[in-house]
Every structure is written in structure tokens, then in C-alpha cells.
């Protein structure tokens, strides 16, 4: 095993080269917390405005229907829950994908 610094040769198992000091198991850079921090609220801001978004056209679209005279109140219901139901699994599917692409970015740097 060579330093990657000064490149001389050390024995396998030792953590900092005998010559320069520099550490041998392997590249130890330290997480931007702030920088994966950022990136996270630039995934979640789309999450969440695609939440807010649904909701609030959901609830405007089954007003508009409610304030029309003789519109069955079931079908609003319905519409009501199949629109949450919706919006639920959009947001759902969102966050999952986001988890994945969170966790998966440590191993592709
Ligand atoms: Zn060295």
C-alpha cells in the first residue's frame, strides 16, 4: 500500500502514513451537511407546493360544485375523497422517490 499523499510505502492496516501523516483508509471527506441540506429543501419546496397545489384545487373544484343548486352531495363526497386520495398518493409516491435519490447519493459520490 503506497500514500496517496507522498506516496510512500506503508504497512497494510495502519490508518496514517509513517511519513506524512496523511490518513490511509481511504478518502475520508467529511459530508457537506449544509450543501445536502440545501438540496433537500429544493426537493421537498416542489413536494410540498404539489401538496398545497392539489389540495387547494380539490377544494375549490368541489366549492364551485357545491354552490350549484341540485348537485348530489354524494358525488361530492366522492369526488372529494378520490381527489384526496389522489393527492395523498402523488405526494406519496414523491417523498418515496425523493428517500431513494437522498440515500442513494452518498454511494454515487
Ligand atoms: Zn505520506
Same mark, same amino acid.
Given at each position: ?26 478518502? !475520508? ?5 449544509? &450543501? ?5 429543501? =429544493? *426537493?421537498?419546496?416542489?413536494?410540498? +407546493? ?27 363526497? !366522492? ?5 384526496? &386520495? ?5 405526494? =406519496? *409516491?414523491?417523498?418515496?422517490?425523493? +428517500? ?10
Amino acid at each position: 500500500m503506497y500514500c496517496p499523499v507522498c506516496g510512500a510505502e506503508s504497512t497494510q492496516g495502519l490508518n496514517y502514513c509513517k511519513r506524512c501523516g496523511a490518513g490511509l483508509s481511504g478518502p !475520508a471527506t467529511p459530508v457537506d451537511s449544509k &450543501a445536502s441540506f440545501g438540496k433537500m429543501l =429544493g *426537493l421537498i419546496l416542489p413536494v410540498a +407546493l404539489v401538496c398545497i397545489g392539489g389540495f387547494i384545487a380539490l377544494f375549490t373544484t368541489v366549492y364551485n360544485l357545491g354552490e350549484r343548486s341540485g348537485f348530489d352531495t354524494r358525488a361530492l363526497i !366522492a369526488i372529494m375523497g378520490f381527489g384526496g &386520495a389522489t393527492v395523498v398518493c402523488v405526494v =406519496g *409516491l414523491l417523498v418515496w422517490l425523493l +428517500l431513494r435519490l437522498a440515500s442513494y447519493e452518498p454511494t454515487a459520490r
